[in-house]
């Protein structure tokens, strides 16, 4: 079937009133335009559902409307996304803010080979996407007028707060086990938009592409404590040794 087609029955699907995520002309336009499937394949593109590319995971076009929704870009605002992932909600926003405003950071350097990829095939090449820790963000090119950032923390990065325009906004997904979709302005001050469930920000060594993982020696430390604290065989209090 024609990918234009899937793509307007995909929109369709996501204004209809049991989904509701797009109710804006600029963002329905723009989920329009951008052909999916240079980004997550031609048996994918399509479907309402997330899933795994690279150790990142890829939105569901319900989640990434109802994101962008939230940020809602005015025509021609600096933009910049940090977590590019395949670099899909990028190609969206250039269709509202033009491709030169957007630019996108991930610390995962496959995944931003391959966003950079992707953006050229679907049109998007004058995207800027590099390699950098989401919490640095991208300073070089601030102040932003809208930060999307596609990963939880249980606070907003003070960088990307110093990063916004005066009336500039960062959306996030805020927490970590029970996380809402966060609208911060850069005064700090926070409004949540329901509940949303994203993968955790990564730092610098726990990208799903390096040798070692500083999560993984984390975790060994935890099972270190846990074993070191449990209790095996002889040690349980319930068991009557004298009998």
Do not use: C
């Amino acid at each position: 079937m024609d990918p234009a087609v899937l793509r307007d029955d995909m929109v369709d699907s996501l204004q209809h009133e049991s989904k509701g995520v797009v109710r804006s002309a600029w963002l329905s336009t723009a989920m329009r335009a951008v052909p999916r499937e240079a980004f997550v394949g031609e048996q994918q593109a399509y479907s309402d559902r997330p899933f795994e590319r690279l150790g990142t995971r890829v939105l569901s076009p319900s989640t990434a409307g109802r994101v962008l929704e939230t940020l809602s870009p005015e025509a021609d605002d600096s933009v910049l996304v940090v977590g590019a992932g395949v670099g899909y909600t990028a190609a969206v926003l250039a269709e509202q803010v033009g491709a030169a405003n957007v630019h996108a950071i991930d610390i995962t350097r496959r995944l931003v080979v391959e966003a950079r990829q992707n953006l050229a095939e679907a049109g998007y090449d004058a995207v800027l996407v590099d390699r950098r820790d989401g919490a640095d963000g991208l300073p070089e090119y601030a102040p932003y007028d809208r930060i999307l950032l596609e990963a939880a923390a249980i606070d907003p990065p003070r960088a990307l707060l110093q990063q916004l325009t005066e009336d500039g906004r960062l959306v996030m997904p805020l927490g970590t086990g029970e996380q809402s979709l966060a609208v911060v302005e850069a005064d700090g001050s926070v409004q949540r938009h329901g509940t949303v469930a994203f993968q955790p920000m990564l730092v610098e060594g726990e990208q799903a592409d390096t040798v070692e993982r500083n999560r993984t020696h984390r975790e060994d430390r935890e099972r270190a404590r846990r074993a070191a604290q449990s209790r095996a065989g002889w040690e349980q209090e319930w068991i009557d040794w004298d009998d």
